[in-house]
């Protein structure tokens, strides 16, 4: 069974653009976390979504946006990108909302 | 808020020496407490947890026992190996249905020398 897939697996951006991270969850996983890791430090949680619905926002600015899909992939949207917000982005799924994350590989995002 | 704290590293071992990365944490009630692993270039892996005081979780060797009095979950291993060398992560998460967020520690990075 294929894991939780991340797309693309690198990308570098130019400041003030904006950028679309894609996730596709494990079969059958209804929900999607993501997480912020900047080098050297642990993830930090952004987002999470359950049946299509927001279920919890980590401290990030309003640059930052998410969406799921029917299918239960989703979708992180970044706009004005900063410097600062060069990092790792983690996708995780799980059946429901309470732990047993499966985390993807990433997407590293470097802005220059 | 919640918040975990783990030895810094880097920690440097030799092949089968005896393994102790120290992890604490700070939360309200009774949180669920995870170990992740993150080898070079990939994401994170579940490595063990424990959702209850006194429960041990325990996987390819590791080990963590949930200790309520001293609020922490300590990882540990008997003889480590060279395919160890990995960035390990200490996390929790809230008690209650619905419990989403994961709260991390900033990782240590152990390296196993043959």
């Known amino acids: 069974d294929a894991g939780v897939t991340q797309s693309p697996t690198h990308l570098i951006k130019t400041r003030g653009q904006h950028v679309t991270l894609r996730c596709s969850p494990i079969s059958g996983h209804k929900s999607v976390s993501w997480y912020q890791q900047v080098l050297g430090q642990g993830p930090q949680f952004i987002f999470q979504y359950y049946e299509k619905e927001e279920r919890g926002r980590g401290n990030f600015p309003d640059r930052f946006s998410a969406r799921q899909f029917p299918n239960y992939s989703s979708e992180l949207n970044v706009n004005a990108l900063l410097l600062g917000d060069s990092a790792l982005y983690l996708c995780?799924?799980?059946?429901?909302?309470?732990?047993?994350?499966?985390f993807g590989s990433g997407t590293r995002l470097t802005v220059v | 808020g919640d918040s975990v704290t783990q030895m810094e590293g880097p920690v440097t071992l030799s092949e089968e020496a005896f393994l102790t990365i120290n992890c604490t944490y700070t939360?309200?009630?009774?949180?669920?407490l995870f170990w992740y692993v993150q080898y070079p270039g990939e994401g994170l892996q579940l490595l063990l947890k424990?959702?209850?005081?006194?429960d041990k979780g325990s996987n390819k060797g590791f080990e963590a026992t949930y200790r309520k009095e001293t609020t922490s979950f300590h990882l540990e291993k008997g003889s480590v190996q060279v395919s160890d060398s990995a960035v390990y992560f200490c996390?929790?998460?809230?008690?209650?249905?619905?419990?989403?967020?994961?709260?991390f520690g900033k990782g240590t990075k152990l390296s196993v020398i043959p």
């Open positions: 995780a799924s799980s059946l429901g909302t309470g732990g047993g994350y499966t």
């Open positions: 424990a959702t209850k005081a006194d």
């Open positions: 996390a929790l998460s809230p008690p209650g249905a619905g419990s989403y967020q994961l709260t």
């Open positions: 939360a309200t009630g009774y949180p669920s």
